[in-house]
């Protein structure tokens, strides 16, 4: 299962791999505390060195192909390489009651099968499985498909250049379904960010405006939750 040309990670900036993820951050937070978390491509690791600072964590495991954990991130333990590199590795951890996927699973070639594969083998019983993904279907990526009659891959985004997989709400709901998980929950990620009037997080005042009947059509992101059944 590869994923998208090293050459493009190394171009990000380093920010790409920074993201502390507070929309994350907030869903985790709703569903209480958790004695181990593992997020597979965790990049500098600093969702997870919140999570563990908050008291919501435990303990914590990050995996990441490209990035690495800054020296003020505290990560128990972090393993370099995708998935199926450090698979070795992983098989002699404890079986763990929160998996995170922050904007991961679309740039692998086949997500469908790594995560039916982790949590049937990682996952603990009732345990959670947090996942962030890119929706195709909002306005913003169609409207640049419809007017500008191209699908022109960007740095960052929906149309980022390291995506293989593109997903829709329903498409999501499927990915979840098809791993033998429950959804808990399955929601737009802006509002689950902090909103500044004009300066920060449009979205949720444009939501609001619309009476949230859009809401999967204004937003660039999904975050959906899926339980070990």
């Avoid at 800054?70 to 070795?88: A, M, N, R, S, Y």
Wanted: proline share 4%; with cysteine.
């Amino acid at each position: 299962m590869e994923t998208a040309k090293t050459d493009y990670y190394r171009d990000k900036q380093s920010t790409y791999y920074g993201s502390d993820r507070d929309d994350v951050f907030n869903v985790i937070k709703k569903f209480g505390k958790f004695s181990h978390a593992l997020e597979v491509g965790c990049g500098s690791g600093a969702l997870l060195t919140s999570l563990k600072r908050s008291g919501l964590v435990s303990s914590v495991t990050g995996l990441d192909p490209y990035g690495s954990p800054q020296p003020d991130h505290i990560l128990d333990q972090f393993f370099k390489g995708t998935f199926e590199e450090v698979l070795p590795e992983l098989k002699n951890l404890q079986p763990t009651d929160l998996i995170i996927f922050a904007d991961v699973l679309e740039h692998m070639e086949d997500p469908w099968t790594v995560l039916r594969s982790i949590c049937k083998d990682h996952l603990a019983k009732n345990g959670l499985v947090v996942i962030s993904i890119p929706n195709f279907r909002n306005f913003y990526t169609l409207g640049k498909i419809i007017f500008q009659n191209s699908f022109k891959y960007e740095q960052e985004g929906v149309l980022d250049k390291t995506h293989l997989r593109f997903f829709c709400k329903n498409d999501i709901i499927e990915l979840v379904r098809q791993a033998d998980l429950q959804v808990e929950l399955i929601t737009p990620n802006f509002l689950h960010k902090e909103a500044v009037f004009f300066k920060k997080n449009r979205l949720k005042y444009i939501n609001m405006m619309s009476l949230n009947l859009f809401p999967y059509w204004i937003t660039d992101q999904v975050i959906i939750v899926g339980r070990k059944k």
